[in-house]
């Protein structure tokens, strides 16, 4: 089955020229199965890019998915046209009485900011207690994962000397996790932040299992049974050139960056870097989708009791 989305939305164009099976609204009406609903908040200033990361990974299963684009209320975007911003998008005080079997909440360029310090903070966190009654499961993706880690756990995010920047190698911890299904022992994760969680830190909290981690980059991917939650502080979701165009940004720019580590060919940046995380990027997000086939209520109104 594909994924639902609007026939004008960029991404419905993108990923049906990749092959990626994608379905109108018109063509849903037809079959007579309930889609699974699930919302992406977005907080990455490039919505469109990320918009065409995540529905390409979560379009990818045999399942029905229908992708439902959230904003925070009040903040507004300067990298993503207010048109595209108005059609396709709605505030979460609008959909927050609404019911959805997954959640994704995106990584923020704001590493720098202490948690309180960030505009929407407030907000964020009545979106993340609002998951507990109104969502299934939630995946929060680098700043957004940390945040929720944080916000459930107190679990700090800390500084780095450098910013942690490349293609880095981490270690299947739990190859039984449903999770992990297909998953090597190890595979290579982009990775592009400037703090980290600490696995003593996660250790203490209750109840939090990691699933993926590095001996270079720390924890990756966290489970948290207890808020149907899954943490992961790597970007799997990117595209073969997004840490590229970082590193060309930065450059441009005369930011200080090293180049990143373990992407391009022979670590020169006039080579084009290949893409060695598709496969496991898609076996994660697939078995996400899985798992909440299996576990999610079939009548919405029930999501959130349990």
């Known amino acids: 089955m594909p994924i639902k989305l609007p026939e004008d939305l960029p991404a419905y164009s993108v990923l049906s020229e990749e092959g990626v099976m994608v379905m109108s609204d018109r063509q849903a009406a037809r079959q007579d199965i309930r889609p699974l609903r699930i919302g992406l908040l977005n907080l990455m200033p490039k919505k469109i890019q990320t918009e065409n990361q995540f529905a390409r990974l979560i379009g990818a299963t045999p399942l029905q998915i229908e992708l439902h684009l959230i904003r925070m ?81 107190g679990v700090a995010k800390h500084m780095l000397p450098a910013k942690a920047f490349g293609c880095y190698r981490h270690t299947n911890l739990d190859p039984q996790s449903p999770y992990l299904r297909g998953f090597s022992d190890d595979c290579v994760i982009p990775v592009s932040r400037w703090t980290e969680m600490r696995q003593d830190e996660i250790d203490a909290a209750q109840n939090l299992r990691t699933l993926l981690g590095s001996r270079e980059v720390g924890p990756c991917l ?27 940004r930065d450059v441009e720019n005369g930011t200080p960056i090293n180049v990143p580590l373990n992407y391009y060919p022979g670590d020169d940046p006039a080579q084009m870097p290949l893409n060695r995380w598709r496969s496991h990027a898609h076996l994660l997000y697939g078995n996400w989708i899985n798992e909440i086939y299996q576990t999610t209520p079939y009548e919405m109104d029930q999501i959130g009791r349990n």
């Open 73 to 153: 209320s009040e903040h507004q975007t300067k990298n993503t046209a207010a048109a595209h911003m108005e059609e396709f998008y709605r505030p979460f005080q609008e959909v927050k009485g609404e019911k959805f079997d997954g959640l994704i909440i995106t990584g923020a360029p704001i590493e720098h900011l202490a948690f309180e310090d960030v505009t929407y903070w407030d907000e964020l966190r009545e979106v993340m207690d609002w998951t507990q009654t109104n969502v299934h499961s939630t995946f929060g993706v680098c700043w957004g994962g940390m945040a929720m880690i944080n916000h459930f756990h």
């Open 222 to 248: 966290v489970e948290d049974p207890d808020h149907r939650a899954l943490y992961i502080f790597n970007h799997f979701e990117y595209d073969r050139d997004t840490l590229k165009q970082e590193y060309d």
